[in-house]
């Protein structure tokens, strides 16, 4: 029988293993170890975001007065009622169209020896176009609601519901535009947008006077809020996909 | 060390090769890139930055293609272009804030970088200055400030002391040979005595070919016994200069007494072989450019 190996002292030793006094140099040594970790990276939406000084002023200026021209003739033009929502519905559908035409504009280095530089950094001149144009377009889309909201109030109609017939076409067309945008060159992508936007248009103005009436009559409110809520989200999926991926190519 | 790999790279434009079949590894160290105009420096350059397309060939980075590495490895870069050019209207810590957006860094890591950098080039007193106001010399002191601002692993440049008065020059190696500690530093550049002051490794450039790549020491001895002095009279050293390729020409003493500096293999009577530096070199390699002997 071999002997039993007696229990060590463990009061004993947990006495003698005390923990050892503070180092001194900890703090300073954790400090520098700090300094040598890579920094953190900022999100896309931060580059997203500092990319809208960028935009040139002229264009700001242009996008302003080019949807105040439309909505003052939708305020102005015709009757009231639901021919004035249908309107409404018409300008906002093809108001993405603003942003199609500046694709190119947004996607230009004004200085050449820029360009160079720009395709070195870690974010491509492409992935520089996509926020650009993400903030055109929902600059686009603010002015737009703020503009038609004001109409509203001017021309005494419910501002929701009129919020809602111009917001619902925007966001189905912006979010195709966006789709679009990921998938073709730019040649192709300004063709293929004008193509949505025509087809946005002739769905919206195809149906006869009576359907029409149900369409912008208070029946029809359900099925465009849910279109508004499906289009968003869909604009929202489009615009985190652009901005993280960029362009298929360099404009 | 990672290092960055070239196998085959090859440019064409049409049937001109800029680039031709090119293999080199570049891992830690200052790599001075030498060659004449036309020589394929920036397109080189240009391809390792991914900016351009090479027509065959593959640069990797750690053993993976820098197009499949994209946005990850254009983070570890830092570039000075030969025609730098910049959004006028900027001042100089606008347009650095603008570049640290670009390259994906946090505003605390871009306040202390744009502070630290604008010190190191000497041009913190600039402030407010518009671009369009900064001379050549502050312009390429604001480039070198942007490559480097991302405290980028690979650091291409191309001819980074173009238009940098003699005490910015000294400054501009003193802090590239500080900051090339662990990384992997190319620069091209035409003043030799740069390249030769920080650079590690000597490569020299011809018709999109590497010809010759060494130690300033190495490139030295390629050139030894190719350079002479030889002592004569004006009129004999015009004969000569038409002949020979001059690496320098001196005025000796009083009357026509003339010092000259001759690259080549055959050298006149009375020449004396002397101890080649790396612009002799420079000058044996592209002697047949100015068809000389």
Avoid at chain 1, 175 to 199: T, W, Y
Avoid at chain 2, 59 to 88: M, S
């Amino acid at each position: 029988m071999t002997p039993r190996t007696p229990e060590p002292d463990w009061g004993a030793l947990l006495r003698r293993d005390a923990p050892p006094a503070p180092d001194p140099a900890g703090p300073a040594n954790t400090l520098r170890l700090l300094r040598t970790l890579p920094p953190p990276r900022p999100t896309g939406w931060d580059f997203v975001r500092s990319q809208a000084g960028f935009i040139r002023k002229g264009m700001w200026a242009a996008q302003f007065v080019v949807l105040a021209a439309v909505l003052a003739l939708v305020w102005t033009g015709g009757d009231p009622g639901s021919d004035l929502l249908y309107r409404y519905a018409l300008c906002a559908g093809a108001a993405p169209l603003l942003l199609v035409a500046n694709v190119q504009d947004l996607a230009r280095v004004y200085h050449q020896g820029m360009l160079e530089l720009e395709l070195a950094t870690r974010y491509s001149l492409a992935k520089i176009t996509a926020a650009r144009l993400l903030i055109f377009g929902v600059c686009d889309g603010v002015l737009l609601a703020v503009l038609a909201g004001a109409g509203a109030v001017a021309c005494r109609q419910t501002l929701w519901v009129v919020l809602l017939y111009c917001l619902t076409p925007f966001c189905c067309v912006s979010a195709l535009c966006l789709a679009l945008l990921r998938r073709l060159r730019p040649a192709a992508f300004a063709k293929a947008a004008l193509a949505v936007a025509a087809a946005a248009l002739v769905v919206l103005t195809l149906p006869a006077g009576r359907i029409r009436r149900h369409l912008y009559g208070l029946d029809a409110r359900p099925f465009w809020a849910a279109a508004l809520i499906l289009s968003v989200l869909a604009l929202a999926w489009q615009a985190r996909r652009l901005t993280r991926g960029g362009l298929r190519t360099t404009l | 060390m990672e290092e960055l790999q070239l196998q085959h790279l090859t440019k064409c434009y049409k049937q001109f090769a800029a680039v031709n079949d090119l293999t080199l590894t570049l891992g830690e160290g200052v790599y001075g890139l030498l060659g004449a105009n036309g020589a394929g420096k920036t397109t080189l350059m240009r391809m390792l930055c991914g900016i351009l397309e090479p027509t065959r060939g593959t640069v990797r980075w750690g053993g993976t293609e820098i197009a499949r590495l994209g946005e990850e490895y254009r983070a570890l870069l830092g570039y000075l272009p030969q025609d730098f050019g910049c959004y006028p209207d900027f001042t100089g810590p606008e347009f650095l804030r603008y570049i640290a957006v670009l390259k994906g860094l946090t505003p605390a890591e871009t306040r202390r970088r744009t502070a630290q950098l604008l010190a190191q080039v000497g041009l913190e007193e600039a402030g407010r200055k518009k671009l369009r106001a900064y001379s050549g010399g502050m312009r390429q002191r604001l480039g070198i400030a942007q490559a480097m601002l991302n405290d980028p692993r690979i650091l291409i440049l191309d001819e980074p002391t173009a238009g940098l008065d003699p005490r910015e020059r000294v400054r501009f190696r003193n802090l590239i040979a500080d900051y090339a500690k662990g990384r992997t530093v190319l620069l091209s550049t035409h003043i030799v005595s740069d390249v030769e002051a920080i650079a590690d490794k000597i490569l020299l450039m011809k018709a999109g070919r590497i010809v010759e790549e060494g130690t300033v020491a190495q490139m030295a001895d390629t050139a030894r016994g190719k350079v002479w002095t030889v002592h004569t009279d004006a009129a004999t050293a015009a004969r000569l200069e038409a002949v020979y390729t001059v690496a320098n020409l001196r005025h000796t003493g009083a009357g026509d007494g003339v010092e000259l500096r001759l690259i080549t293999t055959d050298p006149p009577e009375g020449a004396v072989a002397v101890e080649p530096t790396l612009e002799d070199v420079y000058l044996w390699h592209f002697a047949d450019e100015e068809g000389k002997s």
